[in-house]
Every structure is written in C-alpha cells, then in structure tokens.
C-alpha cells in the first residue's frame, strides 16, 4: 500500500500551501516535485475567488492562480473541487456565480478546465477505505444503499462527467448530494450536498469513513464512523493548513505562526 498525503482548504494561502509542501518532503525549495511514489491530494477549495481575507491575509487572484499553478505542475497530483472553486467549473455556469463570489480570466478558467480534462481534477475519490470528497456525504445518503467508498466516489463522479462531456447519464436523485445548498450555508435545500454540506447543523453519513474540508475549526476535527473515525481537515480560517498521511493516519498543519513566508 502506498502513501498518500491528502490537503485540507487552502483558500489561495499559497505560501502556506507550498510551505506545508516543503515541510513534509514532498516539495523543494525550488518548487520541484520530490517522492512522486506519493499521491498527494487536495480536498476542494484551492483557490479563494471571494471578495476578503482569509485568516489574516488578503487574498488576490494571483494567489489564487499560484495555488493551481502547483496543480498543473504535477505538485499536487489531484484536486476534489469545492464550493470557492465552483466559479471556475463552466458546466455551473460562470456567468451566474453566487453574490461575493470573482470570477477569475477566461484564460485561467480555460487552463483550469484543461487540467479537469488531463483528470486531475474531480468530485470525489476513494483511497485507502476512505470517501474523500469537498464538503462530506450527508446521512441521507444512507436511502442509496450503496456502501462501498469506491462506487460512491465512481457515482459521483460520473454525474459530473455527464454535465460536463455528456459521457453517461446517473439516477437523479444523485443530483442532490452534488451541489445543493442547506440551511447553514444560506440555502433553501433540506441539507447541503458534497460541496456545501456543514458539520454545523448536517449530519455525516456514518456508514463509510470519509475525510473531507468545509467545515472549519481551528484545530482538525475528528467525527464517528461506524468503523473508527471520519476526519475535518479546514482548518484555513485560522491561517493554518492542514493536512493528513495514509495510512497512518497522521496530521499535520503549518501556520502563520510556525514558518517565516517570504
């Protein structure tokens, strides 16, 4: 079993991110790529395209294309989207983009969207017995019946190819574990789907282990599972980054606090 090292939110902090990068041997100082035996991922949320700081720091759109720069050198190996990154995912329309959201240059959207099309990017991924997604599966999920982390993940994944390449059609009622927006988010749905679901006030679904962002704390967080324990890795609000090892199962995070950024 190979490792696998897997990134919480990054919000466009790229200095932290690429410091965490170095920290755990995986980058140069130079920006090279080092053990490319491991798989490194992360959870949604690259990029920030908002309108104010995360944590102390502004962020501009230059951070943001910084952090994807990293994507598209091989750097990091796969992005799982999330709700801050959704301006860049065309097939939910970048021309209506929701209030507080920027929508980055056409040029970067394309770049981004090659990068998708090379299958660097995705909804959800199965690794080690973990679901990995932006947000996590709502208990809802359960009305499926479909436990195994592998197929959820091809699931999900093949909605998201359907809108974008017209490549299969999926069960509708998949569409709701997507992109639906619940209550402590701002939104009208019963509950949140996989890029907008809240640990505030949403249940995880408990019948996989899964590991997951959105949901941030200043430390990361730990939820039950029916098999040990699913993993909370945002912890970006706090000009922190985190991140997880498999299969250890060992956390990191660097901050502002522990490293001088240039």
Known sequence: MSDSFL???????????????????????????????VTVIQLGD?????????????????????????????????????????????HLSIDNIFGGYLAPSLDFVHKVQGLRAQGKIKLAQSIDGFLLTHAGLHSHWEHMDITDPEDIAGILNSYDEFHFDGA?????????????????RGGRDKFGGILWRDNNDEPLWNGVRQ???HSAYETVQTQPSRSEVSYCLDVSK??????????????VTIGLDDVTLD
Not at 13 to 30: C, H, P
Not at 239 to 245: H, K
């Open 238 to 251: 706090y000009d922190r980054i985190g991140g997880i090892w498999l299969p250890s199962e060992k956390i």
């Open 168 to 184: 299969s059609s999926v069960h509708r009622e998949v569409e709701q574990f997507i992109d639906t927006i619940g209550p402590t």
């Open 46 to 90: 690259l990029g920030h395209f908002a309108r104010y700081h995360m944590g102390s720091d502004r962020i501009d759109p230059e951070n943001d294309e910084a952090c994807f720069k990293l994507l598209e050198d091989g750097v990091i190996d796969l992005m799982l989207w999330g709700n801050h990154d959704r301006p860049i995912m065309c």
């Open 211 to 213: 590991i997951y962002g």
């Open 7 to 37: 990134i919480g939110d990054v919000q466009g902090q790229d200095a932290l991110l690429k410091r965490l990068l170095i920290q755990e041997g995986l980058m140069s100082e130079a920006g090279e790529r080092l053990r490319p035996e």
